[in-house]
């Protein structure tokens, strides 16, 4: 490799970083839950997408499909020690559970009402079930 190749390789390769350091970074900021109700919501999946400040958002699909179950939902979450509890803003839906590592389980509340278990995962990948899960 000549040094003109060396000089533009190296060039290539710097023009690129800031694009991978803000990717990098977009990740970071945001944490994943994939999580099942199946007692309620059988064969539905729901992904939340955990901002820093304390805000998420929420998708649902068909498992079977792959179609949206319900339009984008946003809400807010809180941390204290291992309990996380989830919000959602205009709906009166509360998780509220505890982790461990990459594993939540809880009670979903709905008008502040006990309505239902539910459990997730970290990352896109769903719980096959909940029996799973020992939090």
Avoid at 31 to 41: E, S, Y
Avoid at 55 to 78: C, F, I, M, N
Wanted: glycine share 12%.
């Amino acid at each position: 490799m000549t040094i003109r190749s060396k000089i533009f390789m190296a060039a290539l390769l710097i023009g690129a970083l800031p694009m991978v350091i803000c990717a990098s970074r977009a990740r970071a900021q945001e944490t994943v839950w994939t999580t099942i109700i199946p007692k309620v919501f059988p064969g539905f999946v729901y992904t939340w997408r955990l901002k820093p400040g304390g805000s998420y958002s929420e998708d649902g699909r068909d498992t079977a499909t792959g179609k949206a179950v319900q339009p984008r939902l946003s809400g807010h979450w809180r941390v204290t020690g291992r309990r996380m509890v989830l919000k959602q803003d205009g709906i009166g839906y509360v998780f509220d559970g505890n982790f461990i590592g990459d594993e939540y389980l809880g009670v979903l509340y709905l008008d502040g009402k006990r309505f239902a278990r539910f459990c997730a995962i970290k990352g896109e990948a769903p719980p096959q079930t909940c029996a799973d899960i020992s939090v």
